[in-house]
Structures are given as structure tokens and as C-alpha cells.
């Protein structure tokens, strides 16, 4: 009698938890993933303006980071869709594309 009893606790337990994680990464009532298609944002303005006949420049480490963070954030927003698919495949494939991406955060992340 208890031996079927442990995997149906197990089962409840992981739904449950599933059930939690998932609607922590949803926006708002609506339920939708990552950006809603009809919602948008207004245009940010500069933190800072240049006067005219300046120019800015801005190393090659730090947009290479910038780039490297919105590969990531598009990794991310994969692996919402994937999990709230229940794809269990394209999950794996998105923590493995992050632990890739990993390193070389932790390299432009260190200078």
C-alpha cells in the first residue's frame, strides 16, 4: 500500500512546484509569456545628452557584453516558452545554450 504512495507524493510535489515557477515567469492576468505582442513601451530617453560635434565612444568590451546579455535574454524567454509548453527537449537545450554563455559572462564580467 506505501509503495505507491511515495511516487504520487513525488508527482503532486513537482507539479506543484511547477505550477509556482511557471506562474512566476508570466506578465501580468493575462498569462502571456515574455512581451505581449500589442503592448508597447515609450522610448527611453539618453541618461546623458552630448552637445553637438561631440562624439561618444564606447569600448568594444562593453558592447560585447551588451550583445552577449540580449543573446541571453532571448536564450531565456526560449526557455519560458519551453517550459510553459512542458518541452522538456528545448528546455535542455536553452540551460545548456546558458552554461555555454556562461563562461564568457564571467570573463567581460571580470574586467
Known amino acids: 500500500m506505501i509503495s505507491w504512495l511515495v511516487p504520487v507524493l513525488t508527482l503532486l510535489a513537482g507539479v506543484a512546484l511547477g505550477g509556482v515557477i511557471a506562474s512566476l515567469g508570466t506578465d501580468g492576468p493575462s498569462g502571456e509569456w515574455g512581451d505581449e505582442p500589442g503592448r508597447t513601451t515609450a522610448p527611453r530617453s539618453p541618461a546623458t ?17 551588451l550583445d552577449r546579455a540580449e543573446q541571453a535574454m532571448e536564450t531565456i524567454r526560449g526557455g519560458l516558452r519551453a517550459l510553459a509548453d512542458l518541452d522538456g527537449p528545448r528546455l535542455e537545450g536553452v540551460i545548456d545554450e546558458l552554461q555555454r554563455l556562461e563562461p564568457e559572462f564571467q570573463r567581460l564580467a571580470g574586467r
Open 49 to 65: 545628452t552630448v552637445p553637438p560635434g561631440r562624439q561618444v565612444s564606447v569600448p568594444g568590451e562593453c558592447l560585447a557584453a
